[in-house]
């Protein structure tokens, strides 16, 4: 079974930055793709970023392009999300999580139904 946890959020002036850090244990089927979400109180789960399991290929919401940076680890197994210039419209609770099917198009890559595993998430505040 997969276990992801996330950590390093909290609380952060505008125009600061974090580094969020995911975890993960165990041994899926496969993993080609792993991923952050977010979701603010009252709204609906969002695409943030995804990065293919050899880091060659990585993919931004519109909202982020620019400011975030998706990078991951193998050797130690850690995904990170790097988040500079913060605005509080990015507070929400970040999500990492893990596909083990291939995605056949950027739609499908970041689709939250296409995902088999989540970590807890973790809480992301930005004040003005």
């Known amino acids: 079974q997969v276990q992801l946890v996330e950590s390093g959020g909290g609380l952060v002036q505008a125009g600061g930055s974090l580094r969020l850090s995911c975890a993960a244990s165990?041994?899926?089927?496969?993993?080609?793709?792993m991923a952050w979400f977010r979701q603010a109180p009252g709204k609906e789960r969002e695409f943030v970023a995804y990065?293919?399991?050899?880091?060659?290929?990585?993919y931004y919401s519109d909202s982020v392009l620019g400011r975030f940076t998706i990078s991951m680890n193998n050797a130690k197994n850690t995904l990170y999300l790097q988040m500079d210039s913060l605005r509080p419209e990015d507070t929400a609770v970040y999500y990492c999580?893990?596909?083990?099917?291939?995605?056949?198009?950027?739609?499908?890559?970041?689709?939250?139904?296409?995902?088999?595993?989540w970590g807890q998430g973790t809480q992301v505040t930005v004040s003005s």
């Open positions: 999580a893990l596909s083990t099917v291939i995605a056949n198009t950027v739609a499908r890559a970041m689709t939250a139904n296409n995902y088999d595993y």
């Open positions: 165990g041994r899926p089927e496969r993993t080609y793709r």
């Open positions: 990065i293919g399991w050899t880091g060659s290929r990585t």
